[in-house]
């Protein structure tokens, strides 16, 4: 296929290039790549359950999870998207970052993957130990499942679109369940899309496709830190109808379902000791950006 040089910014002036291989590739040893015979050690030990609760549909709510935890998040009655939010628990500004951990891993996450922590920190805040949904792949639109892509949805982009006025978007939900741990909107941050399969279109176009979870799919997190998450029932429910306006947001009730979450200690309390689990520590940058800073008014 010849493309014209304007439109492809002078590139058939440019000699080819070989693929390019991913610029975060994974080597053994490096802090990307998870061990799995560790991981499956931890995810098949025995475990208690510490609490667990249901979200009802279009809700959100917090919870807590320590270092050396299981955090199992289900689909219950099937499809339905959850955002999720994570910070540390002794410091919220500390949080998730999806751009960098979809940059380090890939732009849809799945078991071995971690999620990562924003700057100065630089750390796991949950590995992904299982994912029942690994199975979906690659769709035939070039759909993955748990986006990272995207973001939540919230009241004021639906405002500008549509001109309704709704509270009860994903952003909403997140930023009343964290107003007991006395946090704001303002520390609501850019989630990852539990369950929902999205992709880019030729154009790079942002779509999403409907949820493929059935009852029962799950995805389970170690907790690399002692941490606050938070997680959104999504309105537009399994985003089989997802769309703008009154009608549809009347409809998009049809097809939203609760999710579950369960949060476990491990029984063998010494498991992860043996196999050389730490929690994770901040990144050891400790310089000042260039920065010398002096201590008050210099003399001469
Ligand atoms: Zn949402």
Same mark, same amino acid.
């Given at each position: ?7 492809? @910014? =002078? ?17 053994? =040893?490096?802090?990307?790549? #998870?061990?799995? &015979?560790?991981?499956? $050690? ?25 270092? *050396? ?8 009655? &099937?499809?339905?998207? @959850? ?25 849809? #996450? ?39 892509? *995207? ?10 679109? $549509?001109?309704? $006025? ?30 929902? #399969? ?76 043996? #196999? ?13 950006? =260039? ?10």
């Amino acid at each position: 296929m010849s493309v014209p040089s304007e439109a492809a @910014g =002078g590139l058939t002036t440019r000699p080819p290039i070989p693929k390019p291989v991913p610029a975060y590739l994974p080597t053994t =040893g490096s802090p990307l790549t #998870v061990d799995s &015979g560790v991981s499956s $050690s931890i995810q098949s030990t025995p475990r208690t359950l510490i609490e667990s609760f249901t979200l009802p549909i279009r809700s959100g709510r917090a919870w807590t999870a320590s270092a *050396g935890s299981i955090v199992r998040i289900s689909t219950p009655e &099937g499809p339905q998207v @959850g955002d999720l939010n994570i910070w540390n628990l002794h410091n919220p500004r500390e949080h998730f970052w999806a751009s960098r951990t979809r940059q380090l891993h890939a732009s849809h #996450v799945s078991t071995h993957d971690r999620l990562w922590s924003c700057l100065p920190y630089m750390r796991p805040m949950l590995t992904i130990l299982a994912d029942s949904l690994d199975r979906y792949g690659q769709d035939e639109h070039g759909g993955r499942v748990h986006d990272l892509l *995207g973001t939540r949805c919230d009241p004021y982009i639906n405002k500008v679109l $549509s001109g309704g $006025s709704y509270d009860f978007h994903c952003h909403s939900n997140l930023t009343r369940a964290v107003l007991p741990y006395g946090l704001t909107e303002f520390d609501v941050h850019d989630v990852i899309n539990l369950f929902q #399969v999205t992709g880019l279109d030729e154009k790079g176009r942002y779509f999403m496709n409907p949820c493929p979870a059935r009852k029962g799919d799950y995805i389970e997190f170690l907790a690399e830190q002692d941490v606050l998450m938070a997680l959104s029932t999504c309105p537009g429910g399994d985003l089989s109808l997802w769309g703008f306006g009154t009608d549809s947001g009347k409809e998009m009730i049809n097809c939203c379902r609760p999710l579950k979450v369960e949060v476990f200690k491990l029984e063998d309390a010494d498991l992860l000791q043996r #196999v050389g689990w730490r929690p994770s520590e901040p990144a050891k940058y400790r310089g000042m950006h =260039g920065i010398v800073v002096v201590e008050g008014e210099q003399r001469s």
